[in-house]
């Protein structure tokens, strides 16, 4: 009796002696929020917080190399893209991490629910005093001070010891985005009334020096205007913070300046987190008409598909990853060719682990077949940060060598354009297929911008495209916006007309790009872009310049040397 008292007792202590004795391991942090993010309280103890579990892959390394044998044109297995079944394997956790994962999870009473197809990725819903004690964090509450958001996050947060090797991140905790509402970070849009129409010649229009309409990108870069055959090749927008693509503003864009296409001619809209498509006047910005404007009216007869992602996640980060988790699940043959994506961050909103975990979603994307393609960003090099002049900021996903990041051009005889973003991401070293290239142009500018950025990065962006003055429709009027939002929808145009004469053919989707855009023959389709200088801070940035440089890329594209190229004639 007595002695079984004793062992109760002595059970007890060591249960309630549990979390003091388990030794914690700082696991990430940052020295304070983001400029434009004050700490405003404590946050309240009962809150519910959805927290993100990423746990490492199996075979990272195993991933990259099957990308890039099935991207590299040299290659015997080109085009041969992998199954979700083939990439899971490289992609979900080890067994001992789920396990171990799993233990503690249990331990703290916490029932997960596996949100990605590799079950790499849990998701948790605790309170915050239970996060806090879990993770020997302090999650607060952070206001963004521009527009008012508050968000919950902590500056710190720690691991178990025995968790270290098993967890990748939890999040949100570290990382600060942008409230999801207003004007999309990559823009620098503006709507001002345009009057003239530009004649459809194949000429080039001198009118496209000062407006560009899907006619002047079909006779500046020799894109076909005739329709594509295939049902199944899916080009998807991407579309994020409440922008929405508007069906009578596209009517009034396809009768004003594709008089050749059906004006009725439509996109598909697909939803996750919540997300809509509200055709109320006046709610949306025009990042959404914009993206689907010039897919719908560059990529002539190819499926659209709008996916727009509501709010209802975290915050920004969950809805970039929740879009390549909701693609990668679907069928081959449903799932899109390509995806567009004028959105961003600023490489440091993001810390190195969710940069990461989202950068390998986009590596098993493509190594499915899926080119992905970014606007490199505008402004220096993202607006709100322009004032600190010390490094240059480079951008998300354009820092992940595994995407590829459109820049801006303008005029018919073509020069960067000042706002568009590009330089040398902190996160990702430079990959093989452009090393020459990033070697050659750093060794080229010399000691200029030294210490302004990384030499040792991935460079972006590695194309680019007009950008400037395109003439959209919205809130039944047009007007002209400009952005490297405008080149990557364009751009992403081109790769689905290819991919439709290529499957039409017989061959495979292009799939991630980079390994053939780098190539002797890729780039050979590229007119290269000499002149131009980006923002850097707000002045004196990177200057293009012969070959690729971090202001253009290898250059703008020439449908019939792609067509070439690929393959094609
Ligand atoms: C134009 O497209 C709409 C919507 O797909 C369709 O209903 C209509 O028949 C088409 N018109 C012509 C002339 O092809
Ligand atoms: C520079 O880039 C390399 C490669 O991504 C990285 O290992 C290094 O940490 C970066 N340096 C800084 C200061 O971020």
């Not at 996109?267 to 006047?281: A, I």
């Not at 709008?306 to 969950?318: A, E, H, K, L, Q």
Request: charged share 10%.
């Amino acid at each position: 009796m007595v002695f079984a008292t004793a062992v109760f007792a002595s059970l007890l202590l060591i249960a309630s002696a549990k979390p003091l004795e388990r030794r914690m391991v700082m696991h990430e942090t940052r020295a304070a929020a983001p400029q434009g993010f004050v700490h405003t309280s404590a946050a309240p103890a009962a809150k519910e917080l959805t927290l993100r579990i990423a746990m490492p892959p199996t075979d990272i390394a195993g991933l990259e190399s099957a990308l890039m044998t099935v991207s590299d044109p040299a290659s015997d297995l080109y085009g041969q893209h992998l199954t979700l079944d083939e990439v899971n394997e490289f992609v979900k956790p080890t067994a001992e991490t789920l396990q171990t994962v799993s233990a503690w999870l249990s331990e703290n009473n916490i029932t997960p629910k596996t949100i990605t197809p590799a079950g790499d990725q849990l998701s948790i819903t605790i309170p915050v005093s239970q996060a806090n004690e879990l993770f020997s964090a302090e999650f607060s509450v952070f206001t963004h001070v521009e527009s008012g958001a508050e968000s919950i996050r902590t500056l710190a947060y720690h691991l178990p010891a025995e968790l270290i090797g098993h967890v990748d991140f939890i999040h949100p905790t570290v990382s600060f985005t942008p409230p999801i509402s207003g004007q999309p970070l990559f823009s620098a849009i503006e709507k001002t009334p345009v009057a003239e129409v530009a004649p459809v010649s194949d000429a080039v229009p001198t009118s496209c020096n000062t407006v560009i309409t899907p006619a002047c990108l079909q006779a500046m870069y020799g894109i076909p205007a005739t329709a594509t055959k295939n049902k199944n090749n899916i080009l998807a927008v991407s579309g994020f913070i409440d922008e929405w693509a508007n069906q009578a503003d596209l009517k009034q864009f396809l009768t004003a300046f594709r008089t050749d296409m059906n004006s009725s001619t439509t996109f598909t809209l697909q939803t996750l987190d919540g997300g809509v498509n509200t055709q109320t006047r006046s709610s949306a910005g025009v990042e959404a008409n914009l993206d689907i404007q010039y897919t719908i009216g560059v990529a002539t007869g190819a499926p659209i598909t709008f996916i727009s992602v509501g709010d209802s996640n975290s915050d920004g980060i969950s809805g970039f990853l929740d879009i390549i988790t909701t693609i990668s699940k679907e069928a081959t043959g449903t799932r899109p060719n390509v995806l567009t994506t004028s959105y961003g961050f600023n490489e440091p909103d993001l810390s190195r682990a969710v940069a990461t975990t989202l950068c390998n979603s986009y590596m098993a994307l493509g190594a499915m077949g899926t080119s992905l393609l970014f606007s490199s960003g505008d402004g220096g090099v993202s607006g709100s940060q322009s004032q600190s002049c010390t490094t240059f900021i480079p951008t998300i996903p354009s820092n992940c060598p595994w995407v590829t990041s459109v820049g801006a051009t303008q005029n018919i005889a073509e020069t960067a354009a000042s706002f568009s973003s590009g330089g040398f991401g902190n996160y990702f070293p430079i990959p093989s297929y452009q090393a020459t290239d990033v070697a050659g142009y750093i060794s080229a500018i010399g000691t200029t911008n030294s210490g302004k950025y990384n030499a040792s990065g991935r460079g972006f962006p590695d194309i680019s495209f007009q950008g400037v003055n395109f003439e959209i429709a919205w809130d039944a009027q047009t007007g002209t916006v400009s952005g490297t939002s405008c080149s990557s929808p364009a751009f992403a145009s081109v790769i689905a007309l290819l991919n439709d004469e290529l499957i039409t053919a017989g061959k495979s989707p292009l799939g991630f790009l980079n390994p053939f855009l780098y190539s002797t023959t890729g780039r050979a389709a590229f007119t290269d872009i000499t002149t131009g200088t980006n923002p850097g801070c707000s002045t004196n940035g990177f200057s293009a310049r012969a070959g690729w440089d971090p202001v253009t890329g290898l250059g703008t594209p020439n449908y019939a040397k792609l067509r070439t190229a690929v393959g094609l004639s």
